[in-house]
T-cell receptor, first 113, second 115 residues
Framework: GENVEQHPSTLSVQEGDSAVIKCTYS??????FPWYKQELGKRPQLIID?????GEKKDQRIAVTLNKTAKHFSLHITETQPEDSAVYFC????????????FGQGTTLQVKP | DAGVIQSPRHEVTEMGQEVTLRCKPI?????LFWYRQTMMRGLELLIYFNNNVPIDDSGMPEDRFSAKMPNASFSTLKIQPSEPRDSAVYFC?????????????FGDGTRLSIL
């Protein structure tokens, strides 16, 4: 089955710096890669996603890059702000009869003012 | 759009009691997912439905757990009898179509504490 590894598990940056979180996956047939942000005590919320026919996607300060050959994808947050502090989860989806999201272990991002 | 609605938001009960968690997916969504989140194990998929039919329940931990989806707008996750190790946050999520890689939208979760 699919195996998703997410790194780092914790990340602390200074306000204004960039943050990068990386996920690797094992199933080359995986074709959809969402990122979720979960603030303390709240639900995971989709912040950006990418499909396998695209190499990069950007939405304001957030971007995701996908390397299908190497089977990894990354979340990039630029000009970080204290409100970016949260747990970030990557996920991998492979359509088909057993299609389901497999989540990474999560990265706790702390942005220091 | 009201989003995915879960109830109750919090549940505290004694071990051995039956617990029923409820979920109303986003109208028009035909896939529904139940997740459990703990510090130790992260987000785990328990079961998911497509068009009200259970597709994969391999994540259901034990026979004490059961889930139903009697119609397109309602699902329940039941634990009977409950145990302290079942304490977790249980999330329900829905998406437009499992096959078309549509985003999953989560409810606010039910924080379950079994004493």
């Amino acid at each position: 089955g699919e195996n998703v590894e997410q790194h780092p598990s914790t990340l602390s940056v200074q306000e204004g710096d960039s943050a990068v979180i990386k996920c690797t996956y094992s199933d080359s047939a995986s074709n959809y890669f969402p990122w979720y942000k979960q603030e303390l005590g709240k639900r995971p919320q989709l912040i950006i996603d990418i499909r396998s026919n695209v190499g990069e996607k950007k939405d304001q300060r957030i971007a995701v890059t996908l390397n299908k050959t190497a089977k990894h994808f990354s979340l990039h947050i630029t000009e970080t702000q204290p409100e970016d502090s949260a747990v970030y989860f990557c996920a991998v989806f492979r359509s088909g009869n057993t299609g389901k999201l497999i989540f990474g272990q999560g990265t706790t991002l702390q942005v220091k003012p | 759009d009201a989003g995915v609605i879960q109830s109750p938001r919090h549940e505290v009960t004694e071990m051995g009691q039956e617990v029923t968690l409820r979920c109303k997916p986003i109208s028009g969504h035909n896939s529904l997912f139940w997740y459990r989140q703990t510090m130790m194990r992260g987000l785990e998929l328990l079961i998911y439905f497509n068009n009200n039919v259970p597709i994969d329940d391999s994540g259901m931990p034990e026979d004490r757990f059961s889930a139903k989806m009697p119609n397109a707008s309602f699902s329940t996750l039941k634990i009977q009898p409950s145990e302290p190790r079942d304490s977790a946050v249980y999330f329900c999520a829905s998406s437009l179509s499992r096959e078309r890689n549509q985003p999953q939208h989560f409810g606010d979760g039910t924080r379950l504490s079994i004493l």
